[in-house]
């Protein structure tokens, strides 16, 4: 009955996110690693190295501002999930405006996964938006491209790999729509642009590997090497429901019409392809992203279906 037992993860995020609210609230900052390691032998359950840092940066900074606890934790949730909600509202509106765009909001809100994610500290909601915030921003990219969106897009994309190790499915599908759109040459996009996202990605791969460098069962594990572990495609149907599934299976074949449906699909297309690469995506909660993909392909056949009667 303690405060964060929802989850075996949840007292390991709590201290992280302290860790990061001490360290930062004080001036001058000590010596950070010598600091850590006391810190740990005072308050163990310090998961920073084993999760990206980002999701305890963005507790660990509203603890800075808000007394750290429950209350101020689930607030916190609370505002992510608006966020959540909004980025998904704008790319529902693209598909059908007006109440369809608001019931599929409300379903993604209600969903038992999200409502678990919202009752927990944990990062599956934080990666829920960022993961939003990707769809929509490379769905502007597609809609009106410019340098500027193309960029917005690499930084949702970097903020979810701080956030969540899980974000790896991401990269093929940004690859994967961009290379799908037949219209891709006239993006015109700035090689020395290029050659920053480039650039920009290298600390995001260094702290990858450092983080799962610490031996080779460590890199077989996460790269799904490893044939005991198994692939977790299963869990879909649990997260969205058999129903939602077949409609989005019927809207992925409608994806040349808009941006927002081609991106959707390619994000579910990756989801399914480097989850039986990357077994480290094997409890449902690890879906959680997948979900809004889920209800926009289907919200897409739906709306094809009222078109044509």
């Given at each position: 009955q303690a405060e964060f037992c929802g989850a075996a993860d949840e007292p390991a995020h709590m201290v992280s996110s302290l860790l990061v609210r001490d360290y930062i609230r004080q001036w001058p900052p000590p010596d950070p690693m010598p600091w850590a390691i006391d810190y740990y032998l005072h308050y163990p359950k310090v998961a920073l190295g084993h999760w990206p840092p980002g999701y305890f940066a963005l507790q660990g900074g509203w603890w800075t501002i808000f007394a750290p606890g429950r209350a101020s934790a689930m607030v916190l949730n609370?505002?992510?999930?608006?966020?959540?909600?909004?980025?998904?509202?704008?790319?529902?509106?693209?598909?059908?405006p007006g109440w369809p765009a608001y019931v599929f909001t409300g379903l993604l809100l209600v969903s038992p996964h999200v409502q678990q994610a919202a009752g927990q500290m944990m990062s599956d909601l934080a990666s829920l938006t960022a993961?939003?915030?990707?769809?929509?921003?490379?769905?502007?990219?597609?809609?009106?491209?410019?340098?500027?969106?193309?960029?917005?897009?690499?930084?949702?994309?970097?903020?979810?790999?701080?956030?969540?190790?899980?974000?790896?499915?991401?990269?093929?599908?940004?690859?994967?729509?961009?290379?799908?759109?037949?219209s891709w040459r006239r993006f015109g996009v700035s090689p020395r642009l290029l050659a920053?996202?480039?650039?920009?990605?290298?600390?995001?791969?260094?702290?990858?590997?450092?983080?799962?460098?610490?031996?080779?069962?460590?890199?077989?594990?996460?790269?799904?090497?490893?044939?005991?572990?198994?692939?977790?495609?299963?869990?879909?149907?649990?997260?969205?429901?058999?129903?939602?599934?077949?409609?989005?299976?019927?809207?992925?074949?409608?994806?040349?019409?808009?941006?927002?449906?081609l991106c959707t699909a390619a994000g579910l297309i990756s989801f399914a392809v480097t989850s039986y690469v990357v077994r480290a995506i094997r409890e449902p909660r690890h879906w959680i992203a997948a979900l809004p993909l889920i209800l926009l392909l289907a919200m897409a056949a739906l709306d094809w279906l009222w078109r044509r009667h």
């Open positions: 609370a505002l992510t999930a608006a966020a959540a909600a909004v980025l998904f509202l704008l790319l529902a509106r693209r598909i059908r993961f939003l915030a990707t769809f929509l921003t490379l769905t502007r990219f597609f809609e009106q491209p410019s340098n500027r969106r193309l960029l917005a897009t690499g930084a949702a994309v970097g903020a979810a790999l701080l956030i969540k190790a899980t974000a790896v499915v991401l990269l093929p599908a940004v690859a994967g729509a961009i290379a799908a759109d037949r920053g996202a480039v650039a920009a990605g290298v600390p995001l791969a260094a702290w990858y590997v450092w983080q799962n460098g610490a031996g080779t069962i460590r890199l077989l594990y996460w790269g799904g090497v490893l044939a005991q572990i198994p692939w977790t495609i299963a869990y879909l149907p649990a997260v969205a429901g058999a129903g939602l599934l077949a409609l989005a299976a019927g809207g992925m074949l409608l994806a040349r019409r808009r941006p927002v449906i």
